[in-house]
């Protein structure tokens, strides 16, 4: 159903989506409400089972192999479960609500994971947190739900940044710009050289333009405006957020027309093939990218544009939640901890292809020019945001696919289209 | 049914006694298969129109909202929008695969040399998933694709536009792959119509001096009313409940534009999670199905009478 979600490796396998009649429809709504069964799985002390959404094959074969020796180790046995993501992410909510459900899942940081908190959904695991004392303090908050108890155990993170080719800034004699006057500057001179500045991926992926509205806001507005505004708290018509469309639309000339056609893989494409200047991105873009481009790859930093405002960064961070249903609450604990312990994170980030950050600070990132200067961006801002539908729902997120690409067309529109969205985001807020 | 009708046929007077009392093996394939058909069927409709009563995110249990989701409904300019859209997607998507299939079928039913690799040719869209079907077309839309290398060849650059990602194209880039592939469908059931039709009325029509226009009015449509009844149920259904083939190429994006009821329904089910409203959606589906349908059935039973 959608490829809204920037979750990292959920773009594959989504049109798998069976035609639903009107009343096989109904039916299939129906369905998931009367199902309190559920996979039926776990079951006493038995083996632990992790539903995972881990599906490209890289991920899932590192996942294995971290079950593996889980097992191996005689501190418990799990089973492991892949999930197409499209599938899992629609699936979860009956997942944790059957009677038997499964015991540990693959998710996002943030409010997503919250969301379910506040339903009574999750387990706590303050437990495994007492051995994560040298997580830093930024992860320990994302992981901690409104009643102040941890609910999610990190794994990795990945950051946002406008990516380019080293070589094709050399070429056309550009640098990396500091802040959003030299940022228009840079797209006013490779314009003038005929090459579109700004990539984006519009089609099929609308929610890559979240990216664009979260740094602006983030920027202009800081991120707790930000988070505020995506949790319902301040208003989408706001001039504050009228404010940041009036700076993207700077930059609106400066976009891909091709970009609203294609998605970003397309737009990935575009960029590496030199069809584009930058492209802003998170760094799963490189799975679509070949081995021998990844060299010639670098970023620079969303530019600032208040330098009043405390800066603040994109870093989805992914990990882990259980359920508060587990029928072993000890050895999901157990595999937790392993988790999140320094080998197995050293092993998923050797083992998955993607440009990651392990969550656990002891463990050794990639030492990748690239990866070693993205851990820097990261370590140097004071906040860090998740993404626009991690900070608030996948049920807000086509709301803001929807304002965001309209506005890209018709700029014209904002105040209506600020006023539709606000008017979207309360039915959403409502349920 | 047709169970009934042969035992009473097929026994004569001595066992007629015996048909009252229903033999355990009828019973069985009447209850069998209507048990079924309620568990999963009947049940989930009903229960669907319940849930158009509630506010439910899937995951709490759901509220008695009362008529709230229709309130919503009447006012909420996304569904009006969708309507209108799914509107135009049965006029054309309905109204050009049956013309189209009609004239298709109506070309191809002489035997002649050839014949039947032109029937395959055009039968073959259906044989591929929808979604396979999409996949095609998403090559043929896209930025410097196939329409866009042939508009380029014949001087008219000017037409080029993200066929898919503009609001004033994405409805029709979308219903053509769907035609493409429901004319050939469409085709085959009007030919087998045509074949059914007894040669000796043409005949006769010829040998009373009807031209071929005359004949195709007042001899090949008449006949075909069977089919008609069909063509026209299978259009309509496959109109309201076209999904796989939006959902794969635009989403009912760009902002809304190509939606349709149906993907609407989707999208808050699943996105936006409001189970309670999307089950209003449906009914409103269903309703329209039911009515289009139900519409036919009374004019052609009271013809029939």
Same mark, same amino acid.
């Given at each position: 159903?959608?490829?809204?979600?920037?979750?990292?490796?959920?773009?594959?396998?989504?049109?798998?989506?069976?035609?639903?009649?009107?009343?096989?429809?109904?039916?299939?709504?129906?369905?998931?409400?009367?199902?309190?069964?559920?996979?039926?799985?776990?079951?006493?002390?038995?083996?632990?089972?992790?539903?995972?959404?881990?599906?490209?094959?890289?991920?899932?074969?590192?996942?294995? $192999?971290?079950?593996?020796?889980?097992?191996?180790?005689?501190?418990? +046995?799990?089973?492991?479960?892949?999930?197409?993501?499209?599938?899992?992410?629609?699936?979860?909510?009956?997942?944790?609500?059957?009677?038997?459900?499964?015991?540990?899942?693959?998710?996002?940081?943030? %409010?997503?994971?919250?969301?379910?908190? %506040?339903?009574?959904?999750?387990?706590?695991?303050?437990? &495994? /947190?007492?051995?994560?004392?040298?997580?830093?303090?930024?992860?320990?908050?994302?992981?901690?739900?409104?009643?102040?108890?941890?609910?999610?155990?990190?794994?990795?993170?990945? /950051?946002?940044?406008?990516?380019?080719?080293?070589?094709?800034?050399?070429?056309?004699?550009?640098?990396?710009?500091?802040? /959003?006057?030299?940022?228009?500057?840079?797209?006013?001179?490779?314009?003038?050289?005929?090459?579109?500045?700004?990539?984006?991926?519009?089609?099929? +992926?609308?929610?890559?333009?979240?990216?664009?509205?979260?740094?602006?806001?983030?920027?202009?507005?800081?991120?707790?405006?930000?988070?505020?505004?995506?949790?319902?708290?301040?208003?989408?018509?706001?001039?504050? &957020?009228?404010?940041?469309?009036?700076? /993207?639309?700077?930059?609106?000339?400066?976009?891909?027309? $091709?970009? !609203?056609?294609?998605?970003?893989?397309?737009?990935?494409?575009?960029?590496?093939?030199?069809?584009?200047?930058?492209?802003?991105?998170?760094?799963?873009?490189?799975?679509?990218?070949?081995?021998?481009?990844?060299?010639?790859?670098?970023?620079?930093?969303?530019?600032?544009?208040?330098?009043?405002?405390?800066?603040?960064?994109?870093?989805?961070?992914?990990?882990?939640?259980?359920?508060?249903?587990?029928?072993?609450?000890?050895?999901?604990?157990?595999?937790?901890?392993?988790?999140?312990?320094?080998?197995?994170?050293?092993?998923?980030?050797?083992?998955?292809?993607?440009?990651?950050?392990?969550?656990?600070?002891?463990? $050794?990132?990639?030492?990748?020019?690239?990866?070693?200067?993205? !851990?820097?961006?990261?370590?140097?801002?004071?906040?860090?945001?998740?993404?626009?539908?991690?900070? %608030?729902?996948?049920?807000?997120?086509?709301?803001?696919?929807?304002?965001?690409? !309209?506005?890209?067309?018709?700029?014209?529109?904002?105040?209506?289209?600020?006023?539709?969205?606000?008017?979207?985001?309360?039915?959403?807020?409502?349920? | *049914?047709?169970?009934?009708?042969?035992?009473?046929?097929?026994?004569?007077?001595?066992?007629?006694?015996?048909?009252?009392?229903?033999?355990?093996?009828?019973? @069985?394939?009447?209850?069998?298969?209507? @048990?079924?058909?309620?568990?999963?069927?009947?049940?989930?409709?009903?229960?669907?129109?319940?849930?158009?009563?509630?506010?439910?995110?899937?995951?709490?249990?759901?509220?008695?909202?009362?008529?709230?989701?229709?309130?919503?409904? @009447?006012?909420?300019?996304?569904?009006?929008?969708?309507?209108?859209?799914?509107?135009?997607?049965?006029?054309?998507?309905?109204?050009?695969?049956?013309?189209?299939?009609?004239?298709?079928?109506?070309? #191809?039913?002489?035997?002649?040399?050839?014949?039947?690799?032109?029937?395959?040719?055009?039968?073959?869209?259906?044989?591929?998933?929808?979604?396979?079907?999409?996949?095609?077309?998403?090559?043929?839309?896209?930025?410097?694709?196939?329409?866009?290398?042939?508009?380029?060849?014949?001087?008219?650059?000017?037409?080029?536009?993200?066929?898919?990602?503009?609001?004033?194209?994405?409805?029709?880039?979308?219903?053509?792959?769907?035609?493409?592939?429901?004319?050939?469908?469409? *085709?085959? #059931?009007?030919?087998?119509?045509?074949?059914?039709?007894?040669?000796?009325?043409?005949?006769?029509? =010829? *040998?009373?001096?009807?031209?071929?226009?005359?004949?195709?009015?007042?001899?090949?449509?008449?006949?075909?009313?069977?089919?008609?009844?069909?063509?026209?149920?299978?259009?309509?259904?496959?109109?309201?409940?076209?999904?796989?083939?939006?959902?794969?190429?635009?989403?009912?994006?760009?902002?809304?534009?190509?939606?349709?009821?149906?993907?609407?329904?989707?999208?808050? @089910?699943?996105?936006?999670?409001?189970?309670?409203?999307?089950?209003?959606?449906?009914?409103?589906?269903?309703?329209?199905?039911?009515?289009?349908?139900?519409?036919?059935?009374?004019?052609?039973? =009271?013809?029939?009478?």
């Amino acid at each position: 159903m959608s490829d809204f979600d920037p979750g990292r490796r959920r773009f594959l396998g989504h049109l798998g989506l069976a035609g639903l009649g009107a009343l096989g429809a109904s039916s299939f709504l129906s369905a998931c409400a009367s199902s309190a069964s559920g996979p039926t799985t776990s079951s006493g002390s038995g083996a632990v089972t992790i539903q995972s959404n881990l599906s490209s094959p890289q991920a899932k074969a590192a996942m294995e $192999k971290l079950i593996e020796t889980f097992n191996g180790q005689g501190k418990g +046995t799990a089973s492991l479960n892949t999930i197409a993501s499209e599938t899992f992410r629609t699936q979860l909510p009956t997942y944790l609500t059957s009677a038997n459900p499964p015991d540990l899942y693959t998710w996002y940081a943030g %409010s997503v994971a919250n969301d379910y908190a %506040s339903k009574n959904l999750l387990l706590d695991v303050s437990d &495994v /947190w007492k051995s994560l004392g040298d997580y830093p303090q930024s992860l320990r908050t994302l992981s901690t739900d409104a009643s102040g108890k941890q609910i999610f155990v990190p794994m990795n993170n990945y /950051w946002w940044g406008f990516f380019y080719r080293k070589s094709n800034f050399a070429k056309w004699g550009v640098q990396e710009p500091k802040n /959003w006057t030299e940022f228009l500057a840079l797209c006013e001179t490779l314009k003038s050289k005929g090459i579109p500045p700004i990539g984006i991926g519009l089609g099929d +992926t609308p929610w890559v333009a979240s990216a664009w509205f979260d740094y602006l806001n983030i920027r202009i507005n800081g991120a707790p405006f930000h988070r505020e505004l995506l949790a319902g708290k301040q208003r989408f018509d706001d001039p504050k &957020v009228k404010a940041v469309f009036t700076r /993207w639309r700077e930059a609106l000339p400066y976009f891909d027309p $091709k970009g !609203k056609a294609y998605p970003f893989q397309e737009a990935t494409t575009a960029l590496l093939a030199g069809k584009t200047g930058m492209f802003l991105i998170g760094t799963f873009f490189a799975d679509a990218a070949p081995k021998d481009a990844l060299g010639d790859l670098d970023f620079f930093r969303f530019p600032i544009i208040d330098p009043a405002v405390p800066l603040a960064e994109e870093a989805p961070t992914d990990g882990f939640f259980a359920s508060a249903k587990t029928a072993n609450p000890t050895g999901t604990k157990a595999l937790l901890s392993y988790l999140a312990g320094v080998e197995a994170q050293e092993a998923y980030v050797k083992a998955s292809s993607g440009i990651v950050l392990p969550a656990n600070p002891k463990a $050794k990132a990639s030492d990748s020019p690239l990866v070693v200067k993205g !851990k820097a961006m990261l370590d140097e801002a004071k906040e860090l945001t998740q993404f626009f539908n991690r900070d %608030s729902s996948d049920a807000l997120q086509p709301t803001a696919d929807t304002a965001l690409t !309209k506005f890209i067309d018709k700029p014209d529109q904002i105040d209506a289209i600020l006023r539709e969205w606000q008017a979207g985001a309360e039915k959403v807020f409502k349920g | *049914m047709t169970a009934t009708i042969s035992t009473t046929s097929v026994t004569p007077t001595r066992r007629r006694r015996r048909s009252a009392r229903l033999s355990p093996l009828l019973v @069985a394939f009447v209850l069998v298969p209507f @048990a079924v058909e309620s568990i999963w069927v009947f049940w989930p409709a009903l229960q669907g129109f319940w849930f158009s009563l509630t506010r439910w995110d899937g995951m709490t249990p759901p509220t008695f909202v009362g008529t709230d989701n229709y309130v919503e409904l @009447a006012g909420d300019a996304t569904f009006r929008g969708a309507l209108v859209n799914t509107v135009i997607w049965l006029v054309l998507f309905g109204g050009l695969s049956v013309l189209g299939g009609f004239g298709m079928a109506l070309v #191809l039913q002489k035997e002649r040399r050839g014949v039947g690799f032109y029937r395959a040719a055009l039968f073959t869209p259906v044989v591929f998933s929808l979604v396979v079907t999409a996949l095609v077309w998403r090559v043929f839309y896209q930025p410097d694709g196939i329409a866009d290398t042939l508009l380029r060849a014949v001087g008219l650059e000017s037409l080029i536009r993200p066929w898919l990602a503009d609001p004033q194209t994405a409805l029709y880039a979308v219903i053509l792959p769907a035609l493409w592939r429901q004319i050939g469908y469409v *085709m085959v #059931l009007f030919l087998a119509g045509l074949k059914a039709i007894d040669p000796a009325l043409h005949e006769a029509a =010829r *040998m009373d001096g009807a031209n071929s226009w005359q004949r195709l009015r007042h001899v090949t449509i008449p006949q075909l009313k069977g089919v008609n009844a069909v063509v026209l149920s299978v259009i309509v259904i496959d109109s309201l409940r076209s999904f796989d083939i939006v959902w794969s190429l635009t989403k009912g994006g760009p902002y809304h534009s190509s939606e349709l009821l149906s993907t609407y329904m989707y999208s808050t @089910a699943f996105q936006s999670l409001r189970l309670g409203y999307a089950s209003a959606i449906a009914v409103v589906i269903f309703v329209l199905a039911l009515a289009v349908i139900l519409g036919y059935l009374v004019r052609a039973f =009271r013809e029939e009478a």
